[in-house]
């Protein structure tokens, strides 16, 4: 039985120190910018661009990913940037544009 107790305890130790050390990685991450450096920074650091790097220094605005588009051909997800819009849809490249077009609709598909 005193066994069984220990198992216990230790698994509920074990538990809260991993959830101690990702806490403790999360917010290293965050402090040094997504762990970039590594190490961090001191309040007298230089950055990247050699201006000084402190507790009061604007944050870098995190990169957001680019929008996808789903073609209207073939369904696939494409960058947006990369697409070929037509006629009000979107196309993951010319080609699916024009096979699209060329299709039969309304009446004339019967």
Do not use: Y
């Amino acid at each position: 039985m005193r066994q069984i107790f220990l198992l216990i305890l230790l698994f509920i130790v074990g538990q809260w120190l991993v959830k101690a050390l990702r806490r403790h990685d999360a917010q290293a991450s965050q402090r040094t910018g997504a762990g970039a450096n590594g190490a961090g920074g001191a309040s007298g650091a230089k950055g990247p661009n050699g201006a000084a790097r402190g507790p009061n220094a604007p944050q870098a605005q995190p990169q957001l990913a680019e929008p996808m588009i789903r073609c209207a051909e073939c369904g696939v997800h494409a960058p947006k940037s990369d697409s070929v819009v037509v006629a009000g849809q979107p196309f993951c490249s010319a080609a699916h544009a024009q096979r699209h077009g060329a299709r039969p609709s309304g009446r004339d598909a019967r």
